[in-house]
């Protein structure tokens, strides 16, 4: 079993930057694949970020060059977050699997944490 839990939500200006974490509890967080989605108000929950146990990185096009997901052997997973713009205004989850499948699939992932409210100011 894991639990995840997020914090470093807030309010930016546009063009500003914020550093989301995600902590882990469980014993194998390293065997464990890190992804990063977020849901808007009125929208579907869409991928952000995913990394694998090897440090291999995965980001959605819309996001790509301005956020970085990284994670440490502490059980922390990050989300790096530059030039943010109004349309990155959502709800972040962390999430975890030990499953196969697509990293960019929600359904893929079998643990979530609370989220964390990110709004970016025009």
């Known amino acids: 079993q894991v639990q995840l839990v997020e914090s470093g939500g807030g309010l930016v200006q546009a063009g500003g930057s914020l550093r989301l974490s995600c902590a882990a509890s469980?014993?194998?967080?390293?065997?464990?694949?890190m992804g990063w989605f977020r849901q808007a108000p009125g929208k579907e929950r869409e991928f952000v970020a995913g990394?694998?146990?090897?440090?291999?990185t995965f980001y959605a096009d819309s996001v790509k060059g301005r956020f970085t997901i990284s994670r440490d052997n502490a059980k922390n997973t990050y989300l790096q977050m530059n030039s943010l713009k109004p349309e990155d205004t959502a709800v972040y989850y962390c999430?975890?699997?030990?499953?196969?499948?697509?990293?960019?699939?929600?359904?893929?992932?079998?643990?979530w944490g609370q989220g964390t409210q990110v709004t970016v100011s025009s």
């Open positions: 990394i694998s146990w090897s440090g291999i």
């Open positions: 469980g014993r194998t967080f390293s065997s464990y694949r």
């Open positions: 999430a975890a699997t030990q499953r196969h499948g697509a990293i960019q699939a929600g359904e893929t992932f079998d643990y």
